[in-house]
């Protein structure tokens, strides 16, 4: 069983950055990697950047690569993903997830989901 709770968002201003958070919690299975999605008001969930629990591997859109940073820190059992140079297009409500076996970074690749937590970046 898996639990994630994110935290991090809030309202910042085109340009400005956030850093999200995503603590992890594994009673018995072991993670293979985490993910992070949004979902705008009335468009799909679609994939962010994630990243496997070893560190090997990055992934990230391409909406979000040179800006969005994914990083882990397995002591904390923590993922985050920091933010920069926001953009109006990246409010959304933001999702981490996390799937034990190995698979795509696609949202239907993944069964274990947070609550989300919401950005909003203003013009």
């Known amino acids: 069983q898996v639990q994630l709770v994110e935290s991090g968002g809030g309202l910042v201003q085109a340009g400005g950055s956030l850093r999200l958070s995503c603590a992890v919690s594994?009673?018995?299975?072991?993670?293979?990697?985490v993910g992070w999605f949004r979902q705008a008001p009335g468009k799909e969930r679609e994939s962010v950047a994630g990243?496997?629990?070893?560190?090997?591997?990055?992934y990230y859109a391409g909406s979000v690569k040179g800006r969005f940073t994914i990083s882990r820190d397995n002591a904390k059992n923590t993922v985050y993903l920091q933010m920069n140079s926001l953009k109006p297009e990246d409010t959304a409500v933001y999702y981490c997830a996390a799937e034990i076996a190995p698979g795509g970074w696609g949202p239907t690749n993944f069964r274990s989901w947070g609550q989300g937590t919401q950005v909003t970046v203003s013009s």
């Open positions: 594994v009673r018995t299975s072991r993670i293979d990697r």
């Open positions: 990243i496997t629990w070893s560190g090997r591997t990055t």
